[in-house]
Nanobody, 126 residues
Framework: EVQLVEAGGGLVQPGGSLRLSCVAS????????IGWFRQVPGTERVGVSA????????YYTPSVKGRFTISSDNAKNTVYLQMDNLKPEDSAVYYC???????????????????WGQGTQVTVSS
């Protein structure tokens, strides 16, 4: 059974940092890409970052480039999202998702992903 479990969300002040983790089970990261998405109530789920760890390829949406870093520990089947210099507009529920690599479609588009975690809340506020 494919499962994704996120952790690491919380409340942080502007300029602070958080590290989210996504533990995958039921499949290997060698054959799957992991994406991070975020959603504010009443809006669409948007892609933040994605990783094709077996190929060493990463993707970032422009608004987080230089502030967020995605990384993978394939031995632990875990993907991390290090978020630095957080801003209030980064507040959202963050989800990780998985899809097989080698298929078409942007890795930052939610419709291309097959499996989803339950989400973790990130709130950036003073």
């Amino acid at each position: 059974e494919v499962q994704l479990v996120e952790a690491g969300g919380g409340l942080v002040q502007p300029g602070g940092s958080l590290r989210l983790s996504c533990v995958a089970s039921g499949f290997s990261l060698d054959a799957y890409a992991i994406g991070w998405f975020r959603q504010v109530p009443g809006t669409e789920r948007v892609g933040v970052s994605a990783s094709r760890s077996s190929e060493g390829i990463t993707y970032y949406t422009p608004s987080v480039k230089g502030r967020f870093t995605i990384s993978s520990d394939n031995a632990k089947n875990t993907v991390y999202l290090q978020m630095d210099n957080l801003k209030p507009e980064d507040s959202a529920v963050y989800y990780c998702a998985a899809r097989r690599t080698g298929y078409g479609g942007s890795y930052l588009m939610s419709v291309t992903y097959s499996y989803w975690g339950q989400g973790t809340q990130v709130t950036v506020s003073s």
